[in-house]
């Protein structure tokens, strides 16, 4: 269970058991106190000396300074390991989370993954605080008053154990009920978390569609769920502390009682009873904060079993050896490629096979769903179950290091993603030896010309998501941040479908070229014909399945599929110029 944590406490073993110590020495002194007032109350106030109260108050005061100090040094401790223990199991379970392949990301969702590393860990971290604080602390103080109670009266101490004993039923009945409906609050806070992530990352089209009222009812679902679980989490929880106060109640009464009965007929002195009410008080106390404790460890057990399950999750995106390339094998070869999402049961692609050899461009065209980026995906090894190989110069894409195959891979997606920065450092993206001259080229290249305009230039700020940019600008960043890598592999994933013809053409022409100049392979996925009229070879995808591969004329001859493409859009424009 603590397998994968464990690892974290270990740096911080001195603390953990300093810490724990300190505290010990504070329960001691703690636990000298309702002697040191019984012996002032016996052998000072009652015979009125008052040198001794002097003596035995300062005792007092020294020790309670003493206690002070050491209860400080732990607490000191407690946030030093605490602290260094989440905020490395924190880093741990991000590069987990950046090992995973694209399938388990998908498969858990953004929301959850960010509730574990954020909301799940700080449980845990509050747990290792508390472990330090009180672990040894509270059983030490119960146990202590309890034997020091005992010695001075055991009749009375009887009213003790029986109030532990019912406190113990107590807190068993609310562990059972607690720990399961935990466990449920963290799925609930999970899907909540989701709710609000699409509403806020889909709000314009949510408010272009009139559909805010739809998002609230989401919402509302979302969040009453969460709340009900929650309140009657609060409910079983705020149990504990009335139980807890009764009990405690009720044994001060009884021992008030049956004290003042014992004070008369069984020669115990008024210090003695003092000092006994004080550790029944002490006892009890820790009860309350024995109580506290489960309610944390139960939350902190459910978080335990979250972080556990990411954690032991395979590094599926690190490859199963250090493959080499062959740079004279050809640049992407699909051998028979069957692929489906989860556990679906039609395949997103089904027994795909095709060449691409080094220097020449492939075009992918097809319809909306066809699987044109599925298949492109698994070029890179973001997805790797699947039937088959695909091979990226000669070797098996999976057994190349992740890094390696990806360098020599530029991607730009058909949805552009930029990052909060400046405009060099998202066009440089990913490579940091990137020179100043590589950049402006790329922009030429890209004709994202416009961001000379801007103020600062290169160093303009870019907002979160790229919230200051049009989708086309968006777009030609990308292709930038894609050409300025000199990637032996180009894939353009429909990643012209914001710009207007002309600058496509443009754009189209420079890749051309610099493609060209540095013998890179190039893979255009579109739905306009006019993309790839020129292609070396197209490749048309129909539902999943290769329906036919070769060139312009060629597939103008034989495949039907794309013919009714081309005829729906050649005949709207003729003579499109392609890369």
């Not at 008080?281 to 399950?309: F, G, H, M, P």
């Not at 028979?336 to 095709?354: A, I, K, M, Q």
Request: charged share 20%.
């Amino acid at each position: 269970m603590f397998r994968y944590v464990k690892g974290h406490l270990r740096p911080y073993i001195k603390q953990c058991v300093l810490g724990p110590i300190f505290k010990l020495l504070e329960a001691v002194l703690e636990l000298m106190m309702p002697i040191l007032m019984a012996m002032l109350i016996d052998n000072g106030v009652d015979t009125g000396d008052t040198s001794y109260i002097l003596k035995i108050g300062g005792l007092m005061a020294l020790t309670a300074l003493i206690g002070l100090l050491s209860a400080l040094v732990c607490q000191y401790y407690a946030s030093v390991a605490s602290q260094g223990f989440g905020t490395s199991l924190r880093s741990s379970m991000y590069k987990k989370i950046n090992s995973l392949s694209a399938r388990t990301l998908d498969k858990f969702g953004a929301a959850t993954l960010t509730n574990r590393l954020t909301n799940d860990i700080n449980q845990l971290q509050q747990a290792v605080a508390m472990l330090i604080r009180l672990v040894i602390r509270a059983p030490f103080i119960c146990i202590g008053s309890i034997v020091a109670a005992m010695i001075i009266d055991i009749k009375l101490s009887a009213i003790t154990l029986i109030a532990v004993a019912l406190f113990a039923v107590v807190l068993t009945v609310i562990i059972k009920l607690l720990g399961p409906l935990y466990i449920r609050i963290q799925k609930r806070l999970d899907n909540l978390s989701r709710v609000i992530n699409e509403n806020l990352s889909g709000v314009r089209v949510i408010r272009a569609f009139a559909k805010t009222g739809r998002e609230k009812d989401k919402f509302k679902n979302a969040n009453e769920s969460w709340t009900s679980d929650a309140e009657r989490a609060g409910r079983i929880a705020m149990l504990v502390n009335p139980a807890t106060m009764l009990i405690i109640n009720l044994s001060v009464t009884a021992i008030i009682w049956f004290g003042g009965i014992r004070v008369n007929v069984a020669g115990v002195t008024q210090g003695e009873l003092i000092a006994f009410i004080n550790y029944m008080t002490q006892v009890l106390n820790v009860l309350i904060v024995i109580s506290n404790l489960v309610q944390l460890y139960t939350k902190a057990y459910a978080s335990l079993n979250r972080v556990n399950e990411i954690m032991a999750l395979p590094d599926s995106d690190k490859g199963t050896a250090d493959a080499a390339p062959d740079f004279t094998a050809p640049a992407v070869e699909f051998e028979h490629v069957t692929f489906r999402y989860g556990d679906e049961e039609n395949p997103e692609l089904y027994d795909v096979s095709f060449k691409l050899n080094a220097g020449e461009t492939l075009g992918i065209i097809g319809g909306t769903g066809a699987g044109k980026s599925t298949l492109i995906n698994l070029i890179p090894a973001l997805y790797t179950s699947y039937t088959g190989a695909v091979k990226v110069f000669g070797a098996d894409a999976k057994e190349y290091d992740r890094t390696k195959l990806r360098d020599m891979i530029g991607i730009v997606p058909q949805q552009p993603q930029l990052f909060s920065g400046s405009v060099s450092e998202n066009i440089a993206f990913g490579k940091e030896d990137i020179k100043s001259e590589n950049i402006t080229e790329a922009i030429a290249c890209s004709s994202a010309d416009f961001v000379y305009s801007k103020d600062g230039g290169l160093d303009s700020h870019v907002e979160r998501g790229g919230r200051n940019y049009s989708g086309g600008q968006k777009q030609r960043l990308t292709i930038a941040r894609a050409i300025v890598r000199r990637p032996r592999i180009l894939i353009l994933d429909d990643s012209m479908s914001a710009l207007d013809y002309a600058t496509e053409l443009r754009i189209r022409r420079a890749i051309r070229k610099i493609t060209k100049e540095n013998n890179m392979s190039v893979i255009m996925v579109t739905q306009r014909i006019s993309t790839v009229t020129h292609a070396d070879k197209i490749l048309v995808l129909d539902d999943g399945r290769v329906v036919g591969i070769g060139r312009h004329e060629e597939l103008m001859e034989n495949c039907e599929a794309y013919r009714d493409i081309a005829t729906s859009q050649l005949s709207q424009q003729k003579g499109g110029e392609a890369v």
